[in-house]
């Protein structure tokens, strides 16, 4: 039986002690609290400092994300154009979301979250000064992109280590879940707020409103207490550490299933690329534009409502069996939502999916944390950022390439069995997600 081993906590005020605590024991629950988010561990406080900075910058990186697509359509008049820029962002990403990992598992995480947070926000500066300025420089905004996407790449994976060292182990569901809502919550009004202050401060401000949040993170981390390796053996962070990083996951199949179980969810069940297709199609009748603004935000609040509901998540201990159920729940809800042809039964099959995503998210990302050991937890998040960022993309292709060739409902369908049946064949045929508990 896989079981996950308990882990150090730092809850210090300074940046020089690191004391272990014992986890709190979670208290009953009755009626309608015993479904309510746990907030367990807010009571951290540097874990409620790292939180706290989350909920500005949730919004604030959404601006950006809103404004660079938006600045170079108006530069180009080009859809083409717009995802260059979105694949130039992605190798940076990629490369140094797992040279990021292995940083992260060789230096003080606290230093290394400073220098990364302070490169995004500098890096938000730029794209002001050069949308003040006028410079109409696609290359330029698509060089900053991918200098941003390359310090997050650094940033992430030394963020979400961090966690299991500020909070104990049976609250690591508790903070997933508190994380990954105030970040789907941002997906929600993100958006919505740039649509809103586009026409009445400009697009420009967007970033200057983001780079001035990125300061309330560096604040806050600064607050942190100090994350040094636990391991006291020295190692540089170079290509042997980053191939250790993926010894280490083939060597644990709870883990590399973990991952396994995003890729099928997301690879095969992420119609996204399609919602411009069926808003203009199948959902012609309700209004193109209220059926795409629908498809794109039901998938983000359907999570943000499975997070405000995830006061059950800190009593589970099959997380294995968590994940494959929600990753089923996800194919099955994307499956309904392809054959759907009424605009707000779509709606509610994707908000499902978002919920099922939502728990998928916390119980994958608690696994991480509490399978891995702290040094290779930085290594193991660089993988996780990874796939999390490019199971989407590659989405996208195989999604518009098959709504191209057998329309957009048949493919939306078609992906979610998919998911369906490649989860419960790799459930079936490899029993270590199964049986791995807490």
Not at 268 to 286: D, I, K, N, S, V
Request: charged content about 10%; glycine content about 10%.
């Amino acid at each position: 039986m896989y079981r996950a081993t308990r882990n150090p906590v730092d809850t210090s005020e300074s940046s020089t002690e690191s004391p272990t605590a014992a986890p709190d024991p979670a208290p009953p629950r009755h009626g309608w609290r015993r479904w309510a988010m746990d907030t367990r561990p807010l009571r951290r406080p540097a874990y409620r400092r790292l939180w706290t900075s989350t909920i500005v910058t949730a919004v604030g990186s959404q601006l950006t994300a809103v404004a660079v697509p938006k600045q170079i359509y108006d530069i180009t008049g080009s859809s083409a154009w717009v995802g260059a820029a979105s694949l130039a962002g992605l190798l940076p990403l990629i490369v140094f979301a797992l040279w990021g990992g292995a940083i992260a598992d060789t230096v003080d995480r606290r230093k290394l979250l400073l220098i990364t947070n302070i490169g995004i926000a500098v890096t938000s500066l730029l794209f002001w000064v050069q949308a003040v300025v006028g410079l109409g420089s696609v290359v330029a905004l698509m060089v900053l992109l991918a200098v941003q996407q390359a310090f997050w790449g650094l940033n992430a994976p030394a963020r979400n280590a961090s966690i299991a060292r500020l909070v104990p182990e049976d609250e690591l569901a508790a903070a997933n879940a508190l994380g990954s809502t105030v970040m789907q919550t941002g997906q929600v009004v993100g958006p919505l707020l740039a649509g809103v202050l586009i026409p009445v401060i400009g697009l420009p401000e967007l970033y200057l409103i983001d780079a001035v949040a990125l300061c309330v993170t560096v604040w806050a981390v600064h607050q942190l207490p100090s994350l040094p390796p636990l391991a006291a053996m020295a190692r540089r962070a170079g290509v042997r550490e980053i191939v250790a990083g993926f010894r280490y996951l083939s060597a644990h199949k709870v883990l590399l299933l973990s991952f396994l179980a995003d890729i099928i969810a997301m690879v095969f069940g992420m119609p996204r690329a399609l919602f411009p297709q069926l808003a203009a199609e199948t959902y012609a009748p309700y209004g193109e534009g209220l059926a795409l603004g629908l498809l794109f935000a039901a998938i983000p609040i359907g999570a943000v409502a499975g997070g405000l509901f995830s006061g059950t998540f800190s009593r589970a201990r099959r997380h294995g069996w968590m994940v494959i159920g929600a990753v089923v729940a996800w194919g099955a809800a994307v499956t309904g939502f392809g054959l759907s042809r009424n605009l707000w039964l779509a709606v509610v099959f994707l908000a499902v999916a978002g919920v099922a995503d939502m728990v998928s998210m916390v119980f994958r990302g608690a696994i991480l944390l509490s399978a891995a050991t702290d040094e290779m937890r930085g290594r193991m998040q660089g993988v996780f950022t990874v796939v999390v960022a490019g199971g989407p993309r590659i989405a996208d292709v195989l999604h518009g390439t098959a709504g191209s060739a057998f329309g957009p409902g048949t493919a939306v369908a078609g992906g979610g069995l998919l998911v369906v049946v490649l989860m419960l064949g790799l459930a079936a045929a490899v029993p270590a997600l199964r049986r791995y508990r807490v």
